[in-house]
């Protein structure tokens, strides 16, 4: 069976501040993505990243894949309230041309004005 | 605009009464999927097709049936639905499935209640 943890399940800060969010699991994945989901809609893809320690930017959103491919985080930098909304991490697993797409439950991240 | 579109967004009906919902692409995906979203448990699979007339089970199918007969289209059936089906729904597609890097586009979800 496998173990996905997203930490913490929720969050609730004031704008203006940093936070960062984890996927972390024991299994070693092809790559991970990250999706944004708001209330009433349906996940939106953030980013992708398939090499260990490999990190992208999306504005104020950093995204780190962890050196051995178990694990990733998101750092936002001075949040806003625009980054409201449900984090999925949903990292790969597999070879060749079979890699099964697998979901953690996701961050509840609400940013207050 | 390419989009994925469920329909319908909200449903309320009883135990035992056979319903279907929609999923519609237009961008030409070859693999569609329908997940079930639940507080605490995350987006799980329950059917998949990796083209026309090719469907596979997910991760929970009990009780659901699906069918591939366009490339558009991708339909979801409760036969006998029941209250343990009461959840989100989502259709997502992919240009291509099993690929490392491909991005699934979603629906905006349908809201299912089996009262």
């Known amino acids: 069976t496998q173990l996905l943890e997203q930490s913490p399940q929720f969050l609730s800060i004031q704008e203006g501040e940093n936070l960062t969010v984890y996927c972390n699991s024991s299994s070693v994945f092809s790559s991970l993505q990250w999706y944004r989901q708001e209330p009433g809609e349906g996940p939106v893809l953030l980013v992708t990243?398939?090499?260990g320690g490999e990190v992208k930017k999306l504005k104020r959103l950093t995204f780190q894949f962890g050196d051995a491919r178990k694990d990733s985080s998101l750092h936002i930098t001075a949040a806003q309230p625009g980054d409201t909304g449900l984090y999925l991490c949903a990292p790969r697993k597999g070879v060749d041309s079979n890699y099964q797409l697998i979901w953690g439950a996701g961050t509840k991240l609400i940013i207050k004005p | 605009e390419a989009q994925v579109t469920q329909n319908p967004r909200y449903l309320i009906t009883v135990t035992g009464k056979k319903l279907t919902v929609t999923c519609s692409q237009n961008?030409?995906?070859?693999?569609m999927s329908w997940y079930r979203q639940d507080p605490g448990l995350g987006l799980r699979q329950i059917y998949y097709s990796m083209n026309v007339e090719v469907t596979d089970k997910g991760d929970v199918p009990e009780g659901y049936k699906v069918s591939r007969k366009e490339k558009r289209n991708f339909p979801l059936i409760l036969e006998s639905p029941s209250p343990n089906q009461t959840s989100l729904y989502f259709c997502?597609?992919?240009?291509?499935?099993?690929?490392?890097?491909?991005?699934?586009?979603f629906g905006q979800g349908t809201r299912l209640t089996v009262v």
């Open positions: 961008m030409n995906h070859e693999y």
């Open positions: 997502a597609s992919s240009l291509s499935g099993p690929r490392r890097d491909t991005e699934a586009f």
């Open positions: 990243v398939v090499t």
